[in-house]
């Protein structure tokens, strides 16, 4: 069976430093990445995802078929940036559902 | 705008109560989900459903059951609750693709509490 896991539970910066949060998933075929985010009394929603190969807040992600990994990257963080991230696959099978990871708290210091 | 609508944010209910979790969403969205979010465990997948009166398993089912007799809404069943099933419960939906995963919708969540 397919698994994600997401080796931080935390990670602490400060303000303008750089954020990287480790995806790594475990899947033969050829699946579709995402990442989700959560911030404070917000609902789960999606941030991106890697067929879109877009930059969104600042937040980029490369899947890395080889190393299995979607890991999720921002060159300066900002204090707004403190929320829950999940990453989460797909198989793209019949009813499209996703398999996500234990997630990573991000805490972003001014 | 999409709106997944849960019919409670806080439930405390009493072991053995049989418990009924409403989600709704306006969007005519073909899929429907249901998690449980527990700290350090993510999101795990309770059942799912792509089309009115199905449904399949997901990841940790047993204890659930859930129905779906119209489209817009989706409920998750606790036929028997147990304090193991205090959780927040999230409920999604999403578009039908063609095979590819669209973005899922989540609604507000409901924080259930067994005693």
């Known amino acids: 069976a397919q698994r994600v896991t997401q080796p931080e539970k935390l990670l602490s910066v400060f303000k303008g430093a750089p954020v990287e949060l480790k995806c790594n998933y475990s899947?033969?075929?050829?699946?579709?990445l995402f990442w989700y985010v959560q911030y404070s009394r917000q609902r789960l929603q999606l941030l991106l995802r890697?067929?879109s190969r877009e930059s969104i807040k600042g937040f980029t992600a490369d899947l890395n078929k080889g190393e299995t990994s979607f890991h999720l990257k921002k060159p300066f963080a900002q204090e707004e940036d403190s929320a829950m991230y999940y990453c989460?696959?797909?198989?793209?099978?019949?009813?499209?559902?996703?398999?996500f990871g234990g997630g990573t708290r991000v805490l972003v210091k001014p | 705008d999409v709106k997944v609508t849960q019919s409670s944010r806080y439930l405390v209910k009493r072991t053995g109560e049989k418990v009924f979790l409403e989600c709704v969403q306006d969007?005519?969205?073909?899929?429907m989900f249901w998690y449980r979010q527990d700290p350090g465990l993510g999101l795990r997948l309770i059942y799912f459903s792509y089309d009115v009166k199905m449904k399949e398993k997901g990841d940790i089912p047993e204890g659930y059951s859930v129905s779906r007799e119209k489209k817009e809404r989706f409920s998750l069943i606790l036929e028997s609750a147990s304090t193991n099933q205090t959780s927040m419960y999230l409920c999604a939906s999403s578009l039908w693709a063609g095979g590819l995963q669209d973005e899922q919708f989540f609604g507000p969540g409901t924080r259930l509490t067994v005693l």
């Open positions: 890697h067929i």
């Open positions: 969007m005519d969205h073909e899929n």
């Open positions: 899947y033969s075929g050829s699946p579709e």
């Open positions: 989460a696959l797909s198989l793209g099978a019949a009813g499209n559902k996703l398999t």
